[in-house]
């Protein structure tokens, strides 16, 4: 299943500006969007199971577990909510960390938001709630970045199918972890800390397929990782080295780049399409082009 492609094109009754769809097809887009979510729930389920373990584990009600999956929705914060929570650091310490860890969606609302900008206002909180690093990763592929994208826009109900079957996939965990709590001595052993690499492998192996950047940037950045933990870095070593090999081959030249350029220099310098924009450029979807977001 290629969860990278873009589940818009060739739609029967995707709306290339509103994402309307007829109710006769909203049961269509709905199922798509869940299937989109698969791998997402995969790795879900098993990381959820080990929040509502750890939850039950440091005392947490069973209901405030699957509330706060329900209501916060923040794999990596509720994990470390629990963990303070246990240590008893202060509700305003517990929320602070949340705030400062969950920072990093200001970055992905803020990709995202052109292609949000044709939708109510409720459909917009809705959908900025369930935004989660792995959403992200799908939607950045989906959704059209800029008014001149030549990718339509999906049916808004395949696209918050997508966000509710994750987040679904979630509280099921949480609530399985929770009732399961008193037949696991500790989720260690299990690996269940696995599961979300695991599924960001899945996720990134469509777009290493597309394009052979992408899988460049991907080995370049797993052995750069292993290099700086070798070497003492920390848990910097994932930061820095993904900023540096997606720094490194977004400066390498593409194919669609390099054939507009020799087209240019064959007709002139003077020629329109040596004056072609930044805009024109993003509008190209060959194969060696990465997603306009």
């Known amino acids: 299943m290629d969860t990278a492609s873009s589940p818009g094109k ?10 309307a769809i007829a109710p006769a097809s909203r049961l ?22 080990a929040f509502g373990v750890l939850a039950r584990k440091t005392g947490m009600p069973a209901t405030g577990a699957v509330c706060m999956s329900l209501m916060v929705f923040a794999g990596s914060a509720q994990l470390i909510s629990v963990s303070l929570l246990a240590g ?39 959908f900025a709630f369930q935004l989660t690093d792995e959403t992200f990763a799908l939607h ?8 001149g994208d030549a990718r ?16 679904s996939a979630w509280v099921i965990g949480t609530i399985i972890g929770v009732f399961g709590s008193e037949l696991v001595a500790d989720v260690r052993p299990l690996g269940l800390d696995y599961a979300l690499p695991a599924m960001f492998i899945a996720l990134l192996l469509p777009y290493c397929r597309k394009a052979r950047r992408f899988a460049l940037a991907a080995v370049l950045a797993g052995a750069l990782s292993v290099l700086l933990a070798l070497a003492g870095a920390g848990q ?13 081959c977004t400066l390498l030249p593409t194919r669609a780049d390099a054939a507009q350029h020799a087209a240019s220099n ?28």
């Open 10 to 19: 060739g739609h029967p009754m995707a709306s290339r500006h509103s994402g």
């Open 28 to 49: 269509s887009a709905v199922l798509s969007g869940m299937r989109q979510a698969l791998p997402i729930v995969l790795g879900y389920v098993p990381v959820a199971f």
């Open 88 to 126: 008893g650091a202060s509700p305003a310490t517990v929320v602070l960390t949340t705030f400062v860890v969950n920072l990093r969606h200001l970055l992905m609302s803020a990709a995202l938001a052109p292609a949000l900008r044709r939708w109510p206002r409720m459909l917009q909180a809705l």
């Open 140 to 147: 950045v592929s989906r959704l059209p970045a800029s008014p």
């Open 152 to 167: 339509p826009e999906p049916p808004r109900a395949e696209t918050l199918a997508l966000n509710m079957t994750a987040q």
């Open 236 to 248: 910097w070593n994932v930061i820095i080295a993904t900023v540096c090999a997606a720094t490194l």
């Open 266 to 293: 064959a007709d002139g310098p003077d020629s329109p399409s040596a004056t072609d924009d930044l805009a024109g450029l993003a509008q190209l979807d060959g194969p060696g082009r990465a997603p306009t977001l």
